[in-house]
């Protein structure tokens, strides 16, 4: 009761004193029944969760690639056919429509009744291919909930909705923690994810959540902690191997290697050890291996931070690893001021995950890892006039050698504006939750049904019962 | 006899003073009088205008700037932010939405913006001294940028005025 009053009330966390906070936060790990005190004692858990986690000799990684700001994803897979999906999409984005030669046809036509033909951006050729040899499929009109909406519920404010619709920042931490009624979620999917299947892992320093993009939710708040690198450059201290710093190098191990009292203090020389450490044996274990043959376009930002996965992939044999998560980013899709760039940055995209599936194909891997996109949101429908804005539901694609591809999961929604999902100008109501596109790639990694629900994605029981009916969308080839 | 009549005579005080500070919320701060809030915050009775504001006082004022609007705006919706504390729990993506909402659409129906406004319509929301919506940028669940589009009416170029 208490340590609820403590989180609840912010003014009162900044008055507590240190010994206080020991107490209390001691408190909360014990006996609590929470979500909260569960993610914390996910570790504690960690063995008797390891038994119910499939024990495959297979390694498994999988690599998100955040698109950060909003994809405008309804001009890069639109219903193309004259006669149905194409007028109304005309008519909906106006003058940030594009010609229907501007995009390519792909796959079969949704089903009955809907018979609609889907094209894909044509500046995706790559995706296409992939696409069309059944390596890549899409997830349509995906977005965060906390539950089934309605258009109803949103009009008479009486539907539950996820915190911070429509912004940015909250949903991102939604996309990336499957949280969306946490203002401040503690750790991200991915996290909780690392937390149940790390024990698959060997031992080493290094983590098995390698972010190429910076500080994420998605990984961090679990016991393992997140690798982070730039995509041209591995983290080290600088000079540190260096012969005229040695004697700066000494002072610096005998002050970390030091006895501490002080908790904090042992705690923050133990993780600077620790992250010294990782470094070196980061670096050791991808110079020992053949550098990566696959050619990766160098002025492509997300090719390089793809190709720096495909490398510490790569090396998943001296870091001891079977399970690794990874995290890339590309951003600029916040499209308010202009379409423009839009294709080309689709374009850039496409030729980035193109050449990382290459990567894979060629370290014979290319059914053990698994690439998904994600982003804050869809965009509106109609335009602002010349950009779009922010909306909600939106579609996504996953890549991977295991993906059930060619084909289309979830409910690609009518463009016809005003209908049942639209809440205005074009934004559409997810038919398909976050949670439930998240939990196919969950129990692909290894993870059982039962902790997907209760320790992965606590929101995902609204949607789907992922116990009796197992994964919700079935993207993902659970025997590959 | 003499505490009697003290005690009518404070009677009669209390009832002439409350007659002359106007009816008063149950938080003791006053309101205007019902017919006041009809006309001042929409054609419900039941929507509590909350008083004066800098929205009210300055917004789209001769003697002000689109800058001085804007963070005025600004100041009206960290009001209501901090006194309907789930703010971000609504569904409120953009101007319309959000005006609408400080028009008293809200579940505490407390209006910190008046129904009728010259700058407002009501298909598109608040406008700019310049006749162009307001653009409210949703950055966080509490946090928003307010642009207006400046002298060329377009968003998203240079000559935007931009307050956060």
New interface residues.
């Given amino acids: 009761m208490y340590r609820f009053k403590l989180m609840k009330n912010k003014q009162q966390y900044g008055r507590v004193n240190r010994r206080g906070f020991l107490g209390q936060a001691s408190c909360s790990a014990i006996g609590s029944t929470s979500l909260l005190s569960s993610l914390i004692n996910l570790r504690l858990t960690g063995s008797l969760a390891g038994a119910d986690t499939d024990d495959g000799e297979d390694y498994k990684a999988l690599v998100c690639v955040f698109l950060a700001g909003g994809n405008d994803s309804f001009n890069m897979l639109t219903p193309v056919d004259a006669s149905q999906g194409y007028p109304e999409y005309l008519a909906a984005r106006g003058d940030v429509a594009l010609p229907q030669t501007d995009f390519t046809p792909i796959g079969d036509t949704l089903p009955s009744p809907d018979g609609r033909t889907l094209g894909l951006n044509v500046e995706m050729p790559e995706l296409k291919a992939l696409f069309d040899s059944g390596k890549a499929s899409f997830i349509n009109n995906v977005g965060t909930l906390v539950e089934p909406v309605t258009k109803l519920g949103?009009q008479n404010?009486s539907?539950n909705?996820p915190?911070?619709?429509?912004?940015?920042?909250?949903q991102q931490l939604h996309w990336q923690s499957g949280l969306p009624t946490n203002?401040s979620p503690l750790n991200g999917w991915g996290a909780r994810l690392a937390d149940l299947l790390d024990d698959l892992n060997g031992e080493s320093q290094v983590s098995m959540n390698v972010s190429l993009a910076g500080t994420n939710i998605f990984q961090s708040g679990g016991s393992s902690s997140v690798l982070s690198r730039g995509a041209s450059n591995i983290p080290e201290i600088r000079q540190w191997n260096r012969w005229v710093y040695r004697h700066k190098r000494t002072a610096q191990e005998s002050i970390l290697d030091a006895q501490y009292q002080n908790a904090f203090e042992r705690s923050f020389a133990t993780s600077k050890k620790n992250a010294i450490a990782a470094s070196a044996e980061y670096r050791a274990a991808l110079e020992s291996q053949d550098p990566i043959i696959t050619e990766f376009n160098t002025s492509n930002t997300l090719a390089i931070q793809l190709k720096a996965v495909a490398e510490t992939i790569s090396a998943r044999g001296p870091l001891s690893k079977r399970r690794q998560t990874f995290f890339v980013e590309l951003g600029g899709w916040d499209h308010?001021?202009?379409l423009d760039d839009h294709p080309a940055m689709l374009g850039q995209v496409s030729e980035a995950v193109g050449q990382f599936y290459q990567a894979m194909v060629d370290l014979e891997l290319e059914d053990q890892v698994t690439l998904f996109t994600a982003s804050d949101f869809g965009r509106t429908l109609t335009p602002?006039?010349n950009?779009t804005?922010?909306?909600w539901g939106g579609n996504q694609f996953v890549v991977g050698g295991c993906v059930d591809g060619g084909k289309f999961f979830g409910d690609y929604p009518s463009l016809d504006l005003g209908n049942d999902l639209d809440?205005?100008?074009g934004?559409f109501i997810p038919t398909t939750s976050v949670d439930e596109y998240i939990a196919d790639l969950a129990l692909w990694m290894g993870v059982s049904a039962t902790n997907v629900r209760d320790l992965v994605l606590p929101n995902l029981s609204n949607f789907h019962d992922v116990v009796e009916s197992g994964a919700p969308l079935g993207f993902m080839k659970m025997d590959g | 006899m003499r505490k009697f009549g003290a005690v009518v005579l404070l009677l009669i005080l209390g009832f002439i003073l409350s007659r002359i500070g106007g009816p008063t919320s149950e938080g003791g701060g006053v309101i205007k009088g019902p017919e006041t809030v009809a006309r001042s915050a929409g054609e419900s009775e039941q929507v509590r205008f909350l008083g004066e504001n800098p929205f009210t006082l300055e917004y789209g004022k001769s003697n002000g700037d689109i800058k001085r609007d804007l963070e005025a705006l600004r100041d009206v919706v960290i009001d209501c932010q901090s006194l309907i504390k789930n703010f971000?729990?609504?569904?409120?993506?953009?101007n319309p939405?959000i005006i609408r909402f400080l028009q008293g659409e809200n579940?505490e129906n407390l209006a910190w913006i008046p129904a009728e406004h010259s700058l407002i319509k009501s298909d598109i929301g608040l406008l700019d001294r310049n006749g162009n919506a307001v653009?409210f940028?949703?950055?966080?669940?509490?946090?928003i940028e307010y642009r207006s589009a400046g002298a060329d009416g377009?968003?998203?170029?240079d000559d935007d005025v931009v307050v956060r």
């Fill in positions: 949103i404010q539907a909705l915190l911070g619709l429509y912004s940015h920042s909250d203002r308010h001021n202009g602002n006039g950009g804005d922010h909306a809440t205005g100008r934004r | 971000d729990a609504f569904h409120l993506p953009g939405e579940p653009f940028h949703r950055l966080s669940g509490l946090q377009k968003h998203w170029t």
